[in-house]
């Protein structure tokens, strides 16, 4: 993400697909629900850190740092980390647990 925009549509997208409201993820997060209205909608001039990160755990989401270039689907960050951890454990751990080659 690289904007305010994408940034506000991955916290309304996570809101949706939990179904909560937002009016109780503001009030939870201890931001008001215009502003989290505005955030969502790529409309906020401001929005800290702290606030981000408030409705985050109230989202039961997390931010995490991908160096730029290094984006792509779920799949293709899985196969990415499972090749570049390749070379250290001599194989790859696939979803059952067992080695694989």
């Known amino acids: 993400m690289q904007t305010h925009q ?4 991955a916290v309304a997208t996570r809101r949706k ?8 993820v503001a009030v939870q997060a201890g931001v008001t629900p215009e502003s989290l209205s505005r955030f969502e909608r790529g409309r906020a001039a401001e929005f800290g850190s702290r606030k ?20 792509g689907n779920l799949d293709d960050l899985r196969r990415e980390r499972a090749q ?6 001599g194989g790859v751990l696939g979803a059952s647990g067992e080695g694989t080659r």
């Open 17 to 24: 697909l939990l179904r909560l409201k937002q009016g109780d």
């Open 52 to 71: 981000l990160l408030a409705v985050l755990a109230v989202l039961g989401a997390e931010l995490e740092m991908v160096a730029q270039g290094r984006t």
């Open 84 to 89: 570049s951890t390749a070379g250290q454990t």
């Open 6 to 9: 994408e940034l506000g549509d």
